[in-house]
């Protein structure tokens, strides 16, 4: 199984180039189960559906949630489709296994006078707050993942265009820029990231005050500290960004299918978890006026 397991991370990464923290679930998930089944002395090509009706029991007793155990399926899937494929397996042990129901949590949104808020904390008077309000104009303007942002390069951004290129896995998608982010863009670029950065072949958009690429924590961080200086009492993380994003996109209109691009969603029905955040006053004329609501 390990010569197999090898034959398909690289697969994974070459083929289907997917991103590093996509790629190191799949290796999560994976060694579990090998470790499972090596434990029940099951080689991997005699894995029969029971036996992994038996994994989901076992990582249901260990507390798992619904959404783990359903990933760790998906994961055992395509491994067990792709072995099948170079025919190292007869029948896909998979094939009627289903995962748990997932209960679609409601995201946390920022109201719009909060997210005024939290822009209006960095103070453009240093480079540090010059970067921090570029960043956090950039988060909201986009509804970009975390993972997004950090990986940016300079030449990402088309300044004079008022848009950026986002690269997720081997999907390419260009999202505009308002003009309160391209105007903190403009300013961070030009004035801040020059003299911020150590070395001229640093491609990097956003860098942290040692010059390099800022990574996840350092951007989890920074919210963090303007959230308190705000006085804002909700959890605030780069992706309540994100979803603040597509929720007030949507109050004010925007077409799903058009959020859906922008959030880079491969399907619509993840996006239309925000058509509950909907104006109340539309529903309520909706249901007075609609003949059949």
């Excluded at 920074?222 to 929720?247: C, G, M, W």
Aim: proline share 3%; aromatic share 8%.
């Amino acid at each position: 199984m390990e010569r197999q397991l090898k034959y398909f991370f690289n697969f994974l990464e070459e083929d289907k180039k997917l991103s590093e923290n996509t790629l190191q679930s799949y290796k999560r998930d994976l060694k579990q189960f090998k470790r499972y089944i090596e434990d029940c002395e099951i080689s991997y090509n005699r894995v029969k559906e029971e036996d992994i009706q038996d994994y989901i029991k076992e990582l249901n007793e260990q507390g798992k949630k619904p959404s783990s155990i359903s990933r760790c399926i998906a994961s055992i899937r395509s491994f067990y489709q792709f072995v099948l494929k170079n025919k190292k397996i007869k029948v896909d042990p998979t094939q009627n296994i289903k995962s748990p129901k997932i209960e679609k949590r409601v995201p946390s949104v920022l109201t719009s006078k909060e997210v005024e808020l939290l822009l209006n904390q960095p103070k453009d008077v240093d480079l540090k707050g010059i970067r921090d309000k570029a960043m956090l104009e950039f988060a909201y303007a986009t509804g970009m993942r975390v993972t997004e942002i950090i990986s940016l390069n300079i030449d990402d951004v088309n300044l004079e265009e008022g848009y950026v290129t986002c690269k997720h896995g081997n999907k390419q998608r260009n999202i505009p820029l308002g003009t309160m982010s391209l105007k903190a863009l403009r300013e961070y670029v030009e004035d801040a990231r020059d003299i911020l950065v150590k070395t001229e072949n640093e491609e990097a958009l956003f860098v942290n005050i040692n010059g390099s690429r800022l990574t996840r924590q350092g951007f989890w961080k920074i919210i963090k500290f303007y959230k308190e200086q705000a006085h804002i009492n909700k959890d605030i993380t780069p992706h309540v960004l994100r979803h603040s994003f597509a929720t007030h996109l949507l109050q004010n209109g925007a077409d799903l299918k058009a959020i859906q691009t922008m959030l880079g969603h491969s399907d619509i029905s993840s996006t239309q978890v925000y058509m509950q955040f909907q104006d109340e006053g539309i529903k309520n004329v909706y249901k007075k006026a609609h003949p059949r609501a």
